[in-house]
Nanobody, 127 residues
C-alpha cells in the first residue's frame, strides 16, 4: 500500500504558476501509474493529468493541455504538476492518486481506476 502527501498549493493571481508535489511512501514507486485530479466547490472531482510508471507517457485533460505538465522522479518517489498560466477556473482542491500497473506505458484518466489517494492541496487563483 502506498501513502500520498500533496504539497505546493496556495493563493496566486491569474497568469501565475505553481508546482504541486506528491510524495509517496514505500519502495516500489516505479510500479505505480500516477494521476492528478481536482475538485472545485460544488463540482465533481475531475481528471487533470496522468503519467505512466516510467514517465514516458503523459495524458492531460483538454482544459489544461498546453498549460500544465505532469512529471515524476522515481528516485525521489515524487510526482509533480507544473501549472502555468493559471486561471480562476483552475481553483480547486488538487489530489494525487496512484495505482499499481504492469504496463510501462499505462496511464489512467478515470478516478475509479485509482485505489490510493492523497488528502489534497488547495489551489486558489484570484482574478
Amino acid at each position: 500500500q502506498v501513502q500520498l502527501v500533496e504539497s505546493g498549493g496556495g493563493l496566486v493571481q491569474t497568469g501565475d504558476s505553481l508546482r504541486l508535489s506528491c510524495a509517496a511512501s514505500g519502495r516500489t514507486f516505479d510500479s505505480y501509474a500516477m494521476g492528478w485530479f481536482r475538485q472545485a466547490p460544488g463540482k465533481e472531482r475531475e481528471f487533470v493529468a496522468a503519467i505512466s510508471r516510467s514517465g514516458a507517457n503523459t495524458y492531460y485533460a483538454d482544459s489544461v493541455k498546453g498549460r500544465f505538465t505532469i512529471s515524476r522522479d522515481n528516485a525521489k518517489n515524487t510526482v509533480y504538476l507544473q501549472m502555468n498560466s493559471l486561471r480562476p477556473g483552475d481553483t480547486a482542491l488538487y489530489y494525487c492518486a496512484a495505482r499499481i500497473v504492469f504496463s510501462a506505458s499505462y496511464g489512467a484518466s478515470t478516478q475509479n481506476e485509482y485505489p490510493y489517494w492523497g488528502q489534497g492541496t488547495q489551489v486558489t487563483v484570484s482574478s
